[in-house]
């Protein structure tokens, strides 16, 4: 990605997330881009280690563990807002996700457990 995007986040999600963390509408999706960056890089891990949601030809939607995203954040060099707020736009990218594919009620539920990741694979 060489402009900043926030692909494939909705943008919806960005809106909400952007409401709820202490990190700018403005700044986020250059976090986001910034996360796909690495997640990128490791989506073949992810496929293998991670329980995969959803696919299309644009994204690849993941649960992984309670953490994960401190973890990824503290390995791109985030501080704790930071780090929130992408857990909190990828919840409710795959939020919004479910409401499309009827499944919002079953996504929500598992996020109570999990962490979702969100990868471009455009």
Known sequence: ?????????????????????SVSGQRLPT???????????????YRRRYEQVYTDNTQAVFFVETGHWETLGDEIGLDRRERDALRRVHAEHLKQLGSDLGRREEFETALELREAIVIGTD
């Open 31 to 45: 976090l986001v881009d910034r996360a796909q960056t690495l997640l990128q890089t490791r989506l073949s891990t």
């Open 1 to 21: 990605m060489d402009d900043v995007s926030g692909e494939p986040i909705d943008g919806n999600a960005l809106l909400l997330a952007a409401a709820q963390a």
